[in-house]
């Protein structure tokens, strides 16, 4: 089992509709859990992190978290073309230096 | 303020080749990070620095590869000799623990080719 897991997609959804990104980790101990945009051909940017159970909004912008079933999810509201990137999840682990990203999950928003 | 800086951002060697690889962290971020993209296996942690010192170089593949960071503002990472599977983005990133909980700024990468 890895240890931060993502669909690897394609997920394609139409210009104005949620998008829903989900992750699951391994580590039960992670307390620190970030979601990454990468454009092809671009670096990875931080987008939003969560530490805590429940919901976080920024924007268009909502992460979700339960630790209970180790799993964290970004919604993304009124999806845009320019939305269309590469989605890394990514766990601190237990100890917390070492950053795990998953493989990544790519979001095509259609016009 | 500059973000990371990465320096060659393309590099096109052939094998058996040395080559390094550099990175300038933000200034004042004390945590430090090099890692590898590929399609097939994504995001790989090569190592990672914490005030200069090597914490966990687990994901070093081979001796071949090499990290140093002799100072806060300067890292490389050494590849001899490089061989066509090295091939692949490098990425640094720094941090700075705190309230953003370690938040990593990526540079631009560098681009490696290996003929």
């Known amino acids: 089992q890895k240890e931060v897991e993502q669909n690897s997609g394609p997920l394609s959804v139409p210009e104005g509709a949620i998008a829903s990104l989900n992750c699951t980790y391994s580590d039960r101990g992670s307390q620190s859990f970030f979601w990454y945009r990468q454009y092809s051909g671009k670096s990875p940017e931080l987008i939003m992190f969560?530490?805590?159970?429940g919901d976080k909004e920024d924007g268009r912008f909502t992460a979700q978290l339960n630790k209970a079933s180790q799993y964290v999810s970004l919604l993304i509201r009124d999806s845009q073309p320019s939305d269309s990137a590469t989605y890394l999840c990514?766990?601190?682990?237990?100890?917390?230096?070492?950053?795990?990203f998953g493989a990544g999950t790519r979001l095509f928003v259609k016009a | 303020d500059a973000g990371v800086i990465q320096s060659p951002r393309h590099e096109v060697t052939e094998m058996g080749q040395e080559v390094t690889l550099r990175c300038k962290p933000i200034s004042g971020h004390n945590s430090l990070f090099w890692y590898r993209q590929t399609m097939m296996r994504g995001l790989e942690l090569l190592i990672y620095?914490?005030?200069?010192?090597?914490?966990?170089d687990s994901g070093m593949p081979e001796d071949r590869f090499s990290a140093k960071m002799p100072n806060a503002s300067f890292s490389t990472l050494k590849i001899q000799p490089s061989e066509p599977r090295d091939s692949a983005v490098y990425f640094c990133?720094?941090?700075?623990?705190?309230?953003?909980?370690?938040?990593?700024?990526f540079g631009p990468g560098t681009r490696l080719t290996v003929l």
């Open positions: 990133a720094s941090s700075s623990p705190g309230t953003s909980g370690s938040v990593q700024f």
């Open positions: 990514a766990v601190i682990n237990t100890g917390g230096f070492k950053t795990i």
């Open positions: 969560i530490y805590s159970n």
């Open positions: 620095f914490n005030n200069n010192v090597p914490i966990d």
